[in-house]
């Protein structure tokens, strides 16, 4: 396991009875002192990367050997911001690529679950997120993927994960956890593939991660004694409170596609205690990221909630810290490592200066670390792996020619909810074919990517385009290939389209492409840097609204979780549709 240590302890003790020069010291700062509360003015010494004394009782006295004074004039001074769950994928960037656009924001340290790429590409790909974040001027911790694929024998990815691919990838130097453990039905029920993985990562001394929507009562209890210890799925504020009150870690989640801050702090804002409440962000685009920020605006929207500043800094913080079993981190203390910001209104969440390890590594907005570029051979892979594709396969098959039929869908019940639930409707069939009854109803494809010729259909209502498709080889979990559409004809170019380019998002319209947005690593990262990923999400974003999604603040990813088997009530797989309370499939067309 991870252990943040000095690289000489004796030097550090040393410094910190100031008979040794100190690197840094901030000065006349207003320190945000995470373990009593309080904000004090004070000065904070420095030594190879780790804090070696913080002065409380003389502020302003500099009368040991330092080699660099930073005057604060007064700012706060709070810990670098980490972020307790979030896919880098989902920012549709490299590592590399993330770390340029966080680090402005005040992250240095965020634990990243690279299930996204390990479905596309199993263990060679979370091999690839650690080797590729390595050397950054920040902190990217890896929780090994523990649900590939989410459901076994419901969804079908390019990559199987046991308590074999935990063992293994438990000896790279940055893993810490296993991550987040959707499979919750199978913690629940004793499931031997779930018990074993949690068991290896007992052995490691891994911390577990939870993921558990909508769990109560004593499904809840049986979850928890399976050993997850933070969920990040509650949606309710109701929710929210049971699973606290249980002792679940709850990670204040607030994504691009699910936003939860209101309500979760509407749940617990009356408890006594708030260190068990954390933050994440889970998935958040890039574009997001540059305009309103990470972290640090999750802060900033729980405070507008109602969250005292110092309450939010803490959960961001020392709470994140303690979440993922992490020592030495998220505090301005002594021995704990010096990540910290520099910022002159806690509310309003914007940095001024960012350190990582003691050295500065943003101003102002702006980048001042050296980020080197670099490749990897993975990155050039192919993983649109199926077989070309005709109109006809995007056909639903009838039992009859003409008449009426009854089908099973899946309906969206809000705008801007991922939760879907079983309806049952009757519809018209023409020539074999189903008349859409209007134009929120739309058919559905999976196709699998990974080798294995399994296209399933059926019908979907909600999702918020009245026209034209849309398509997504990001699509969670399995990440194979969701097409929405009216026509065959429009759902094909939207597959020949992405398969031409490696995967990535398209919208479509009566036979022309409207946008699109390559992500050729994995069907899910783009080359560019979150400037040029922003651009054309931007412009993917004015297409889908032209097709009919004008409801959504981001539409971009309104059809990722469609394909995700854990999430409620019912989805769709490669397979067909699931029904997530009892993983049974759900024949579209009614006896």
Request: net charge negative.
């Amino acid at each position: 396991m991870l252990k943040l240590l000095p690289k000489d302890t004796r030097a550090l003790l040393r410094a910190a009875l100031g008979e040794i020069e100190s690197d840094t010291v901030f000065t006349n700062a207003r320190i945000v002192n995470v373990f009593t509360g309080e904000v004090l003015l004070g000065d904070v010494y420095v030594y190879d990367g780790f804090i070696a004394h913080v002065e409380y009782k003389n502020p302003g006295v500099i009368d040991v050997p330092v080699k660099e004074k930073v005057d604060c004039r007064g700012m706060y001074l709070i810990p670098g911001l980490i972020d307790a769950h979030m896919h880098i994928e989902s920012t549709m960037l490299t590592p590399r690529n993330f770390a340029k656009a966080v680090i402005p924001k005040g992250t240095t340290t965020v634990v990243t679950d690279p299930h996204e790429i390990g479905n596309v590409f199993g263990v060679e790909g979370v091999k690839y997120m650690h080797e590729s974040s390595e050397g950054l001027p920040m902190r990217q911790l890896i929780d090994i993927p523990s649900c590939i694929p989410s459901v076994p024998g419901k969804e079908f990815t390019g990559a199987v994960f046991t308590s074999k691919e935990v063992e293994e990838l438990s000896s790279l130097e940055r893993v810490i956890g296993l991550a987040e453990i959707m499979d919750f039905l199978g913690v629940i029920h004793g499931d031997e593939r779930m018990l074993s993985e949690i068991a290896v990562a007992r052995a490691h001394g891994l911390y577990l991660q939870g993921h558990a929507p909508m769990v109560s009562g004593r499904m809840l209890s049986a979850y928890l004694c399976g050993g997850p210890e933070s969920d990040h799925e509650s949606s309710m504020a109701s929710e929210a409170l049971e699973k606290y009150r249980l002792g679940l870690r709850i990670d204040m989640r607030e994504s691009s596609l699910t936003k939860n801050v209101k309500e979760i702090w509407k749940g617990l804002k009356n408890s006594r205690y708030f260190d068990t409440l954390d933050v994440c962000t889970d998935d958040r685009e890039s574009e997001d990221i540059l305009t309103v920020g990470h972290i640090n605006d999750v802060l900033r929207l729980a405070i507008k909630e109602g969250m005292d500043p110092i309450d939010a800094v803490k959960s961001a913080t020392i709470n994140n810290a303690r979440e993922i079993h992490m020592e030495h981190l998220g505090a301005i203390a002594p021995g704990y490592v010096a990540d910290l910001c520099v910022l002159p209104d806690l509310k309003a969440m914007d940095m001024h200066q960012v350190y990582f390890g003691g050295k500065l590594t943003a101003e102002d907005g702006k980048l001042l670390a050296d980020i080197e570029d670099r490749t990897y051979p993975i990155e050039e892979r192919d993983s649109m792996n199926f077989r070309p594709l005709t109109a006809d396969d995007f056909v639903l098959k009838t039992p009859i020619e003409n008449g009426e039929v009854t089908v099973n869908y899946i309906e969206y019940t809000a705008p801007y909810s991922a939760i879907t639930k079983k309806a049952v409707m009757k519809v018209k069939v023409e020539n074999g074919r189903i008349i859409l009854p209007d134009a929120d109803t739309k058919f559905v494809a999976v196709v699998n990517r990974f080798g294995l010729d399994h296209i399933a259909l059926a019908i979907v209502k909600g999702t918020g385009n009245t026209t034209g498709a849309l398509a997504s080889t990001v699509s969670h979990d399995s990440h194979n290939l969701t097409i929405v559409y009216d026509t065959p004809e429009d759902a094909l170019l939207c597959a020949n389209t992405l398969k031409e380019c490696r995967g990535g998002l398209v919208t479509v319209k009566d036979g022309k492409v409207l946008a699109l947005l390559p992500l050729p690593i994995a069907g899910l990262l783009s080359k560019l840097d979150a400037e040029g990923t922003a651009a054309l999400a931007r412009k993917m974003k004015e297409a889908d609204r032209e097709v009919g999604l004008t409801e959504l603040e981001n539409p971009l990813l309104r059809i990722a979780t469609l394909a995700l088997p854990v999430a409620p009530e019912i989805k769709m797989s490669d397979i067909g549709m699931i029904d997530v309370a009892t993983q049974e499939v759900v024949p579209v067309f009614v006896d």
